[in-house]
């Protein structure tokens, strides 16, 4: 298991994207679209050399934990992120839009 100094997950509005730094540098992004009360999360990726290493539930969580904090649904159209409401439903499933809750808890 890979040891870090310091890890966190930042909003980069200019770039429409959530990343995840490690000691400052970026290993790992969550692409999004903002929508007036709603936020399109379509895609996931952290680096290969950090895989494994825990930072993409660290990112999904930071991403879902800003959607909550700022009042936001959450169109998870990324599988990544969709699969990570579907493990810790019952603390964001809430956000997910009304539309997509029933797919997301099924997997589709």
């Known amino acids: 298991m890979l040891s870090y100094m310091d890890r966190e997950v930042r909003d980069n509005p200019d770039r429409s994207r959530y990343e995840v730094l490690v000691d400052g540098k970026v290993a790992g992004y969550a692409l999004y679209v903002l929508h ?14 950090y895989e494994g290493s825990g930072l993409g539930g660290l990112l999904a969580r930071g991403v879902l934990d800003d959607v909550k ?8 159209l990324c599988p990544f992120l969709a699969g990570y409401i579907r493990r810790h439903r019952d603390e964001f499933l809430e956000f997910v839009i009304p539309d997509m809750r029933e797919e997301v808890i099924i997997g589709g």
């Not at 007036?36 to 050399?49: K, S």
């Not at 904090?69 to 998870?76: W, Y």
């Open 69 to 76: 904090a700022r009042g936001l649904a959450v169109e998870p």
């Open 36 to 49: 007036d009360e709603r936020i399109t999360v379509f895609h996931t990726e952290v680096d290969e050399a």
